[in-house]
């Protein structure tokens, strides 16, 4: 008999040696170089970039809108799944192929067509600025404001949170639901006591997705944010910045920061992801 264990599929050497060398050149390699280049001008450099008032705020803001946006798409995006999950209607498949539409649309593509809708004379933006005038006396402004960022991301953010949580709708059994509805539970209760604890992992992972596209989002929100510092810029723009200013080590800085808040964002995502199929096998 052979000492070496057979597998069912052969050339698992072989496969894996090529995704070992994959992730190296492509993942591994480009990290190391990144972490190099930020350290090139020693910790005091480092640190003197990573505090600096105008990459605070623009982290603070990317990470800011980017919160906003989640919360939002959170309770839509859990809204739309169960829409298109439950219930029959005329378009449903137009409407289900609509939430991939920030997908496959290229994101400059997007941020400028939210500019031309929402600027000061867009189609949208103009009658929604005179109707908050007219209103509340308050000069209502989207586009080259943190609000267009927060919707600019809103947009991109919201097929994660979708995606996420239809497959884990079209999984729930009517069973529960049923059998609450015949213990005298009412609709709210039903809601919360048996349907949310179940979507609860998938959304929290759908969000935590939407967090990290956001935080990472330039093409759709370098036309809508007005890249004014201290007030609409954003990390990834600040990042461009100093690169066309040659100051490599501060890019790579502000690239670390941001790569360490995405490794972050995918543990925290990988936990609700865990928690779900742990909740799902019992």
């Given at each position: 008999?052979?000492?070496?264990?057979?597998?069912?599929?052969?050339?698992?050497?072989?496969t894996?040696?090529?995704?070992?060398?994959?992730?190296?050149?492509?993942?591994?390699?480009?990290?190391?170089?990144?972490?190099?280049?930020?350290?090139?001008?020693?910790?005091?450099?480092?640190?003197?970039?990573?505090?600096?008032?105008?990459?605070l705020?623009?982290?603070?803001?990317?990470?800011?809108?980017?919160?906003?946006?989640?919360?939002?798409?959170?309770?839509?995006?859990?809204?739309?799944?169960?829409?298109?999950?439950?219930?029959?209607?005329?378009?449903?498949?137009?409407?289900?192929?609509?939430?991939?539409?920030?997908?496959?649309?290229?994101?400059?593509?997007?941020?400028?067509?939210l500019?031309t809708?929402?600027?000061?004379?867009?189609?949208?933006?103009?009658?929604?600025?005179?109707?908050a005038?007219?209103?509340?006396?308050?000069?209502?402004?989207i586009?080259?404001?943190?609000?267009?960022?927060?919707?600019?991301l809103i947009?991109?953010?919201?097929p994660?949170?979708?995606?996420?949580?239809?497959?884990?709708?079209?999984?729930?059994?009517?069973?529960?639901?049923?059998?609450?509805a015949?213990?005298?539970?009412?609709?709210?209760?039903?809601?919360?006591?048996?349907?949310?604890?179940?979507?609860?992992p998938?959304?929290?992972?759908g969000?935590?997705?939407?967090?990290?596209?956001?935080?990472?989002?330039?093409?759709?929100?370098?036309?809508?944010?007005?890249?004014?510092?201290?007030k609409?810029?954003?990390?990834?723009?600040?990042?461009?910045?100093?690169?066309?200013?040659?100051?490599?080590?501060?890019?790579?800085?502000?690239?670390?920061?941001?790569?360490?808040?995405?490794?972050?964002?995918?543990?925290?995502?990988?936990?609700?992801?865990?928690?779900?199929?742990?909740?799902?096998?019992?």
């Open positions: 008999m052979s000492r070496h264990r057979r597998h069912v599929l052969p050339g698992f050497k072989l894996l040696g090529f995704t070992l060398l994959y992730l190296t050149l492509i993942v591994l390699i480009p990290l190391s170089a990144l972490v190099w280049k930020s350290s090139t001008g020693g910790w005091e450099a480092f640190w003197k970039t990573a505090t600096d008032e105008r990459v705020g623009s982290l603070k803001l990317s990470f800011g809108t980017a919160l906003a946006a989640t919360l939002v798409n959170g309770v839509f995006g859990v809204l739309t799944a169960w829409v298109l999950e439950r219930y029959r209607f005329p378009g449903k498949r137009l409407l289900d192929a609509m939430v991939d539409l920030p997908f496959a649309l290229p994101t400059a593509v997007a941020g400028i067509a500019v809708l929402y600027s000061i004379n867009g189609l949208v933006g103009k009658p929604l600025n005179e109707f005038l007219k209103l509340f006396e308050y000069d209502l402004r586009a080259f404001t943190p609000s267009g960022i927060t919707l600019a947009f991109v953010g919201f994660f949170v979708v995606r996420t949580v239809q497959p884990v709708i079209a999984d729930l059994s009517l069973e529960p639901e049923e059998a609450a015949c213990l005298g539970a009412t609709r709210w209760q039903t809601l919360t006591r048996v349907i949310l604890p179940a979507i609860l998938s959304t929290l992972a969000m935590a997705l939407s967090f990290g596209r956001g935080v990472g989002e330039y093409g759709s929100v370098v036309f809508i944010s007005g890249n004014l510092p201290f609409t810029e954003i990390a990834p723009l600040l990042i461009v910045t100093r690169l066309e200013q040659y100051d490599y080590a501060g890019a790579t800085t502000i690239g670390l920061l941001m790569l360490f808040a995405s490794f972050v964002i995918l543990v925290v995502s990988n936990r609700f992801i865990n928690w779900h199929e742990r909740r799902t096998a019992q």
